[in-house]
């Protein structure tokens, strides 16, 4: 009894511990002031389709920006180099990874109780079946509540983000209490689901139910006072799309109506409001069009 008593009490002086060196959440100062001096949102800006960077380029070019991507040196980094701060990878990543979609979750505890946070470690990684994987970060004291019911119920909605629902999205990653839910902080409205029990977030675009399949653990990393990291496979069990924001055959969303927003570094997002395209090639069709490629054609292994 008194051995586990202390365990519990090293537990939480470790967690205490690793509170106070954990930084991760980045104080923006007097923000309100800051935003003030910015230009307001501008709603109804319209999605602008140009041409690609460099329109002309022929196979073999690389970027064909006369060496200047290629004028600097790389750094090289050890991200488990005992100099080397969490809190420097966090950001380098964040801000070199980008622009992230966020796929918003919708769980249940095993008492029902609800819950709804974003998430930027985030991405849908195939269709066939439909898979998705959410990153859970190690934190001082206890694992997100997100993944603590993923675990318990195996169910989620995954929800997407679009620009008018940032703030409400952003409100909801607060370190709410356990159970409390941040359904009520975010104001966003409830639909039911079919195959699983949380439910749907009403003013998302598209809706994903879905199953865990797989859970990975990194428990060689935890560290003293610190929540395991862990990442969440998951399988989609139905979808739902919003009426008119896709094509009849809803295999397709409307980019206007979408309105993604994606998660930069620090505590920047980023709108899409301009797009170019880029053709998906074939090796048979492009071969007489380039030298370079007839040349690798004639090279490759195995021919005459
Ligand atoms: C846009 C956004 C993206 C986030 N992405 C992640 C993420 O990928 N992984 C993570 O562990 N926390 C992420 N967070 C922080 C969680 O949302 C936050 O810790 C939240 O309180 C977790 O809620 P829960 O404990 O109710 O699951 C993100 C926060 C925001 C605002």
Not at 85 to 106: D, E, H
Not at 196 to 213: C, D, H, L, Q
Not at 248 to 266: A, C, F, T
Request: charged fraction near 25%.
């Amino acid at each position: 009894m008194a051995s586990s008593a202390s365990a519990t009490a090293a537990a939480e002086s470790n967690a205490e511990t690793a509170q106070k060196n954990y930084k991760i959440v980045q104080d923006a100062g007097d923000f309100a002031e800051t935003e003030a001096q910015r230009p307001a949102f501008d709603q109804a800006k319209p999605i602008e389709v140009t041409q690609s960077p460099y329109p002309q380029w022929k196979y073999g070019e690389g970027v064909p920006d006369n060496g200047a991507s290629l004028a600097q040196k790389h750094h090289e980094i050890d991200p488990y180099h005992p100099d080397r701060p969490m809190i420097n990878n966090y950001r380098l990543l964040v801000s070199g990874i980008a622009p992230r979609p966020v796929g918003f979750l919708s769980t249940i505890n095993n008492q029902g109780r609800k819950n709804l946070s974003p998430f930027s470690y985030f991405q849908v990684i195939d269709h066939d079946p439909p898979m998705f994987i959410v990153g859970f970060s190690s934190r001082p004291g206890r694992v997100k509540d997100t993944y603590r019911n993923l675990k318990e119920t195996g169910e989620c909605v995954i929800n997407t983000v679009s620009e008018n629902m940032i703030e409400a999205v952003n409100a909801s990653s607060i370190d709410a209490p356990y159970g409390v839910s941040e359904w009520d902080v975010s104001g966003l409205h409830e639909a039911p689901s079919t195959t699983v029990k949380p439910s749907r977030v009403a003013e998302s675009v598209f809706n994903i139910e879905g199953k865990v399949v797989d859970i990975k653990e990194f428990t060689d990393h935890q560290q003293p006072g610190m929540s395991l990291a862990a990442t969440v496979l998951i399988k989609a069990t139905r979808f739902w799309v919003k009426e008119g924001t896709a094509d009849p055959e809803y295999s397709h969303i409307d980019l206007e109506k979408l309105r993604p927003v994606g998660q930069l570094g620090g505590i920047s997002y980023g709108r899409v409001v301009s797009t170019f395209e880029r053709p998906r090639t074939k090796w048979s069709q492009e071969v007489p069009k380039s030298d370079l490629l007839v040349k690798l054609d004639a090279e490759k292994p195995g021919h005459q």
